[in-house]
């Protein structure tokens, strides 16, 4: 498996692990208060868009030449940076 493989591979897991863990609050979501409730949802609006953000660069990544590769990880360390702090800081608040 390539340098390149693995890569992908452990930002997928990674990926897949906050997706799994934001599952997990929208479920707590749904018992909160209704006046929380209205807030979760927002929030976690929110923390899906840039689910589907990282994801997406993800597959770009998947895609990318060996000329593009470098700046391709890049983008992608700073979107899952960025959904990861999202959810650490959604999941300190609630």
Partial sequence: ???R???IAKMKIQLDELNLKMEKLEVKAKEAKED???K?????AKLHQQSRLAIS????LKAA???SW???VAEMEKVRDAFTSSFHYFKSKF
Avoid: F
């Fill in 5 to 7: 493989d693995v890569y």
């Fill in 40 to 44: 979760y949802k927002e929030e976690m």
């Fill in 70 to 72: 470098e700046a391709m």
């Fill in 65 to 67: 030449t060996e000329t």
């Fill in 36 to 38: 929380a409730r209205d």
């Fill in 1 to 3: 498996m390539s340098t």
């Fill in 57 to 60: 660069k993800l597959d770009e």
